[in-house]
């Protein structure tokens, strides 16, 4: 397969940073969004502004494609299965099914060797009280589909925290309970692997979360070697598991004697990731497009320590005295509004 133009499926920042590793090593790049003038509409060949799910856009997008791959985990499956059958989809469509709905993907993780916390699966207010009886009325009670930034969330503390109404504020659609993991810190690893099956893992990241956003990775984290060895071999055992081809990013709560839970998988470039653009020759967003398009995978090192904050809202309003520092490498996404909440761009710091 010779590639010369890749589709990405989503218009947002990480489609963005995408189409830029993709224009430094030739290729063309189409965006399907269904917002005129996206993040990654802007830096991109050509957008089909359609919803994802759209059969004639979708259509178009095979056509002008060699391989098509996407930006964020909540692509319908089936848009993603009847593009498979028409061009090369990378992640593979499976792992679209598998991160998009939490207990899938905890019994993935699990099926992996892959320690998560324990679950069980809420479909109504008893199976909510039943499971929080059976984890001492303690645990993390989440929406199984759609949920991110720590939405669509719901923390029981202990019994004072009653569940009453605890299904039907959460939307009655269908749920997880989680056990209530102490971590004593979180990290992410972000891999890649090849058509071919070969796997590179760039260095775990410690992340600190604010309002359930990510607010920084710092990278080293602070973890044993042997804590960092797990992290790299849970990501091999479930990128091969998937057969998959591309950059994915495993979320783990790290336990007070180095233990790992993961939390969760996204399968495409990650957030907890950006700090390779300034600390790794070869960035995420690069090692993604080199493996969808069948490119050698780059060399992971990273050459610096590093801290990535993100830029969330109001931010924005600190780039001019980010600039004005050495060692800091600014990124903006092109948004033109700060809205509370919104990712509007990050900083990375050479340590
Ligand atoms: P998530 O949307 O699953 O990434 O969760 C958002 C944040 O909530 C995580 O980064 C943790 O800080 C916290 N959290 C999620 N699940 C659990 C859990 N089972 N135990 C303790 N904290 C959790």
């Known amino acids: 397969m010779t590639v010369r133009t890749i589709g990405i499926i989503g218009g947002g920042q990480l489609g963005r940073?995408?189409?830029?590793?993709?224009?430094?090593?030739?290729?063309?790049?189409?965006?399907?969004?269904?917002?005129?003038?996206?993040?990654?509409?802007?830096?991109?060949?050509?957008?089909?502004?359609?919803?994802?799910?759209?059969?004639?856009?979708?259509?178009?997008?095979?056509?002008?494609?060699?391989?098509?791959?996407?930006?964020f985990e909540n692509v319908p499956v089936e848009a993603a299965e009847m593009l498979a059958r028409n061009v090369t989809v990378f992640p593979p469509p499976k792992a679209l099914q598998v991160a998009q709905d939490r207990l899938t993907e905890k019994r993935f993780l699990n099926g992996c060797g892959i320690e998560t916390a324990r679950f069980h699966a809420v479909d109504s207010q008893a199976d909510l009280e039943a499971a929080l009886a059976d984890f001492a009325g303690k645990g993390v009670l989440k929406t199984r589909r759609m949920g991110y930034d720590g939405k669509g969330q719901r923390v029981f503390r202990g019994p004072q925290d009653r569940p009453e109404g605890g299904f039907a504020a959460l939307g009655g659609v269908p749920l997880i309970l989680e056990s209530f993991v102490a971590f004593e810190r979180e990290i992410s690893i972000i891999a890649a692997r090849d058509p071919d099956g070969a796997i590179a893992c760039y260095d775990p990241a410690e992340n600190v979360h604010r309002d359930g956003i990510l607010d920084t990775s710092t990278v080293p984290a602070r973890i044993s070697p042997a804590t960092a060895t797990t992290a790299r071999d849970a990501a091999a055992r479930l990128l091969t598991a998937l057969d998959y081809v591309g950059v994915v990013g495993i979320e783990f709560f790290v336990l007070p004697d180095g233990a790992l839970i993961a939390n969760e998988i996204a399968p495409r470039v990650h957030n907890s990731g950006h700090w390779t653009e300034a600390a790794c020759i070869v960035s995420q967003f690069e090692q993604h497009i080199r493996a969808i398009a069948g490119l050698p995978l780059g060399d992971p090192l990273r050459h610096s320590d590093c801290v990535m904050t993100n830029l969330i809202g109001d931010d924005i309003d600190a780039v001019p005295a980010w600039l004005s520092r050495s060692n800091v490498l600014v990124h903006l996404y092109g948004k033109s509004e700060a809205r509370p909440g919104r990712k509007m761009g990050h900083v990375t710091e050479l340590k």
Request: net charge negative; proline share 5%.
């Open 17 to 71: 940073m995408l189409a830029m590793a993709a224009a430094r090593l030739n290729f063309r790049t189409v965006i399907l969004e269904p917002q005129a003038d996206s993040p990654a509409a802007q830096l991109a060949d050509r957008q089909i502004v359609a919803e994802y799910s759209d059969p004639v856009a979708l259509g178009e997008l095979a056509a002008l494609c060699d391989v098509v791959t996407y930006e």
